[in-house]
């Protein structure tokens, strides 16, 4: 076994530890590297893109295609692990922050990771945007909550069209299309939800 077996490996069983701790651990998420999921990447992405070595010309042809099948399953079996226990680890993680922050308790910010509080701060606007429809509604203010919800039409989403559809008048009174199989286009939430749930195009998220 070379190196990089036995530091792949080593990994394996860190991040398992870490999971195992976090599960027997109280409601508050335990402390983590700040890089701990960058490092988790790199790492997937490392297994992805490594190749089979080239053997000696004196195996046979037979015997490379072997050595080649037991490395791939080997690889793939070890990227299926990682995935299964990061994923564990970082939804386990997300539900105790949610859970924490609906009981209103208190737990140490720097406990969370970057891609951890960028969740977190989603789901608390979210939960903001419950509360002042909520405020607005039940202290009576028509107005403004129209004024709130109309909003909703100024929002746009980008799709990926997998199937043709006709040409159309969009939320905005807008016209759009006609689109044809694989076109990308920006349009309206309300127009672009309906088109998603037909199953007649794919919503595009955007990484910056």
């Known amino acids: 076994m070379n190196s990089d077996n036995q530091i792949n490996l080593m990994n394996i069983e860190e ?15 335990q402390s983590l590297p700040p890089d701990f999921y960058q490092n988790i990447s790199n790492l997937i992405s490392k297994l992805k893109d490594n190749s089979i070595e080239k053997e000696s010309e004196e195996n046979s042809i037979s015997e490379i295609e072997k050595i080649h099948k037991i490395s791939e399953q080997i690889k793939n079996n070890l990227l299926d692990l990682y995935i299964k226990l990061v994923s564990l680890l970082f939804i386990y993680r997300c539900k105790k922050t949610f859970n924490i922050h609906k009981m209103q308790e208190t737990f140490d910010y720097s406990n969370l990771t970057d891609e951890e509080k960028y969740v977190y701060y989603g789901n608390r606007e979210r939960e903001q945007r419950i509360n002042i429809i909520l405020k607005t509604l039940l202290e009576g203010k028509p107005k403004t909550l129209e004024k709130i919800v109309s909003s909703i039409n100024q929002n746009y989403i980008i799709l990926r069209f997998l199937d043709s559809i006709e040409q159309f008048v969009g939320v905005n009174m807008n016209k759009y299309g006609p689109f044809k199989k694989d076109d990308v286009a920006i349009l309206p939430f309300e127009n672009a939800r309906s088109i998603i749930e037909n199953n007649k195009a794919v919503e595009i998220h955007m990484i910056n």
Request: aromatic share 6%.
């Open 15 to 29: 991040i398992f530890s870490i999971l195992k701790r976090e599960i027997q651990s109280n409601s508050i998420p």
